[in-house]
């Protein structure tokens, strides 16, 4: 079955807690579909800021909106066992009621560093973490052997007073055998920043089948075009410098299908490295902007740019929303460019 269209928002959880729950209930009224919490590392803090959990923070808004839905996007299953995973989704299902949670798993590898966690083998224990997590959410008794993660887990007795869904799980994915692997075990794939239209129809070829395509896209909207590019020039510096300094090699598809080389945007990372994010969005020349293809401008530009994803393939637009007036602009998104797709 084709999964709806939805349009929601990629929060980083590098943000105060007041600024990410603030934002989360205006997304709730403006009539967002989703908020997806794309778990920080440590790695930020060389650019001023701090990592949250998205375990704990997604709790908090759940509890803060009504009718929004919170995604983890991602959190990593080596940093947190499996079981102890299901045992913190139980408490985001509970304080959000039912449907309205979804599961993200990725590997993040920067995370990884961080933690000097590093490894090479990725897809076996990927499959075995959403078997763990959606057997131990099943309820049952469970009994799993892997190779990177075992469980032992009894049946949930009938007067348990908790939730007993096994919420959808995506899987985030770059590389084609891990979208393979996406398509194969899981209700849906997550694309990296800077994904394309044509990293979308890649995606899509690798996946296989309907299940859901969300794809992280650098966004910004104001009712001047410049200003509405202005924010996405912003967070796109952010995001190259990230795959020059943390992940050459994993990114080079996506960078390719973008039209990107590593040369052409070393000196925005160059700069983030010497004097931060701002110094970075001065090196986003409009040419290596318009390559990212980001949902930005006005809300005109940023209805063309939606459908242009949506034909590719994605089902589930997450809006990697940055700039000034963030708030303003949350609102402008839900008068001015959601009605187009709710019609």
Known sequence: MTPPFRIGVMQLTMEPLDEMLGSARVMDEAGLDTIWLAEAYPWWRKHGMEARSSTVVSALMARETERLTIGWGIISPFTRHPVQVAMDARVVQE???????????GTSKIFL??????????L????????????????GEFRYDGDTWSADVPPLRSEAETPREVPPVYVAATAPKMQALAGEIADGCLTPSITTPDFVRYTRENVGGDIDVGCTIVASIAEGRDEGRDGAREIAGMYLANKVQNIQGAADTLLDLAGLEQEEIRPIAEAMEARGRLAAKAKVTDAILDKCKPIAGTPSDCIAAIEEYRDAGCTHVMLELWGERRHDQIRLFGEQVLPHFRS
């Open 95 to 105: 304080a959000a009621g039912p449907g309205r949670f979804l599961l993200g798993f």
């Open 124 to 139: 076996g224990p990927m499959r075995e973490a959403v078997a763990i997590v959606r057997g131990v959410l099943g309820g």
């Open 113 to 122: 560093n961080n933690a000097q966690m590093q490894t090479n083998r990725t």
